[in-house]
């Protein structure tokens, strides 16, 4: 075989591991090498070539290399949590930055608990144990699933597309992981084990500092707001697709609909009484990652606040950008208009505050193509029963209102923070489901192809690192957008977009991972979803204007 490795071509013989074909350059690689592409396919190491390609190597410093790593010490937890509490029934619930939130719902969780999980993984991952994928039959795996533990990796088996059905052995403990892991427990040499409210955290490290635990940040808020989701979500009994699909075999899907929509309507009802009793407050601000629905809820939010007889005024902060020669470039020396010095802010904080003075402005509408502001005389002044509401990646950063007092201001954190598990051990990540939405939309509204948004959705992730994520705690309020059953619905408009995806191309391997989730859910028919529902944001025909 011939294979393309950066600039050379290397021959090998059919049935090379890749870890053989590149063992020199994986040693030698500055930063642990966890994984490869194998012709647009996301592989571990252990990958049997059996035609040409092209192969990429995946460490632990790309975003990917990380995802591999966590889902490997997930892995590791497992067999761990066997050996220190063979009866322990472990659910990994959330991710708060740079770890998972995990509980055991049979074991009270001490100290003593937790030492000897951290003992018994160090000694799992110092052990260095191979990892290997078995392949069985639909007929094998049922055999296998009647002789030992029914829960793990079950939902492959119920997914009747599955002709094969993969399980991960080391040593004598079997489970499945719904994506890549490593192909030895010796690759994840950074982690820790720490008592967490009434569950534990998995440490690890972040993909730009991929050898030490960063320091423990707490996120309370978030927390708390992904707890209370949880929390319900098990109450309702739809924590685990496995569930989900249950509820739509079983026709009560739209009673799970219905009390989803009625939690974000009375959540938002929530923020809008909050707001009201703070008579101080003239200002709301609404910052969230890409597709988390800021639109919808600032217009569900503005019809809450008419309730509490608050007139919501809008105002865009993208009509205050500095004008185009002195937008900040980014390191290609392409313009970056995601950075804060982007706006204008002395012009921006100065009509913020003559509007909170009752003067009246004018305020710019800025031209894109030319790259200045322009007065098309659009008058603006408030009155006293009315608020500004502002939306933007940089509304949780002081910076920009800067001149403005914090009793005045009330910010809104808002994402869709998943907390639908595939099952205990699985988790589907909160970036997905928003990646999914984003795909629907950017095809349904702005006519691009999947390829086109998975192609630059690095950058938007790169973004939001750096201009959202690290103000999320500054929020007064933080909504959790995600929809229990919205993976459901998004699948049948998604998937045929995903699927025009070829496998030459360099997203394939992303559509592939997206697809292999998704197929596990049943399909939920679109006319389920209410008028009024976030999820019209992204699939049209909503009662709102965007």
């Excluded at 290397?10 to 994984?35: F, H, N, P, R």
Aim: aromatic share 10%; hydrophobic share 35%.
């Amino acid at each position: 075989m011939k294979i393309q490795y950066k600039d050379k071509v290397i021959e090998a013989d059919k049935g090379t591991a890749i870890q053989d074909l590149l063992k020199e350059e994986i040693e030698t690689s500055k930063y642990y090498v966890i994984g490869a592409v194998f012709n647009n396919q996301y592989v571990n190491l252990s990958y049997k070539i059996e035609q040409d390609g092209e192969i990429k190597l995946i460490d632990i410093s790309s975003k990917e290399g990380t995802k591999i790593y966590r889902r490997t010490i997930i892995y590791i937890l497992g067999k761990a949590i066997e050996k220190v509490c063979p009866n322990g029934k472990v659910m990994v619930n959330y991710q708060l930055p740079n770890s998972m939130f995990c509980e055991i719902d049979n074991q009270e969780i001490t100290e003593e608990l937790i030492k000897n999980l951290n003992n018994e993984m160090h000694k799992i991952v110092e052990s260095d144990l191979p990892i290997k994928q078995v392949v069985m039959t639909r007929e094998q795996a049922e055999k296998f699933y009647q002789e030992n533990d029914i829960s793990k990796g079950r939902l492959q088996l119920d997914a009747k597309s599955n002709s094969e059905i993969y399980m991960y052995y080391c040593e004598d403990y079997y489970n499945y992981c719904y994506g890549t892991i490593a192909n030895r427990t010796g690759t994840t040499k950074v982690f820790e084990i720490m008592k967490y409210h009434d569950g534990f955290l998995v440490r690890y490290p972040s993909s730009d500092k991929p050898e030490e635990l960063q320091k423990m940040i707490e996120s309370k808020k978030l927390a708390w707001a992904l707890e209370e989701y949880d929390d319900i979500h098990k109450i309702l009994e739809v924590n685990t697709v496995y569930k989900l699909n249950k509820c739509i075999e079983e026709d009560s899907i739209k009673d799970v609909i219905m009390l989803d929509e009625a939690l974000h309507e009375k959540k938002i009802a929530n923020i809008a009484d909050e707001i009201a009793k703070n008579r101080n407050v003239k200002i709301v601000l609404i910052a969230g990652p890409s597709s988390s629905g800021k639109t919808t809820f600032a217009q569900r939010l503005g019809l809450q606040l008419r309730i509490n007889r608050i007139k919501p005024v809008t105002i865009s902060v993208d009509n205050y950008f500095v004008e185009r020669k002195d937008t900040p470039r980014d390191e290609n020396g392409e313009y970056n208009f995601e950075c804060i010095e982007a706006i204008d802010l002395e012009l921006f904080n100065e009509h913020l505050t003559k509007l909170l003075n009752g003067e009246e402005v004018e305020i710019p509408e800025f031209d894109f193509l030319e790259g200045t502001k322009r007065y098309n005389g659009k008058k603006l002044k408030l009155e006293s029963d009315e608020v500004l509401v502002i939306e933007g990646i940089h509304c949780l950063n002081d910076k920009l209102t800067s001149k403005i007092a914090k009793e005045q201001k009330y910010k809104i954190y808002i994402s869709a923070l998943t907390v639908l598990n595939m099952d205990r051990y699985n988790r589907i990540s909160t970036t997905d489901t928003r990646l999914v939405r984003r795909i629907v939309r950017d095809n349904q509204f702005r006519g691009y192809s999947a390829k086109q948004t998975i192609a630059t959705w690095h950058k938007v992730n790169n973004g939001e690192e750096k201009n959202i994520f690290p103000y999320q705690e500054e929020a007064n309020s933080i909504f959790n957008t995600s929809l229990i059953y919205e993976l459901g619905v998004l699948k049948g408009v998604v998937m045929p977009l995903l699927e025009e995806i070829k496998p030459e191309e360099p997203e394939y391997a992303e559509a592939t991972r997206l697809i292999n989730m998704l197929k596990y859910f049943e399909t939920i028919t679109p006319e389920y979803v209410p008028t009024n529902s976030l999820l019209k944001e992204f699939l049209g025909g909503g009662n709102f204007k965007y």
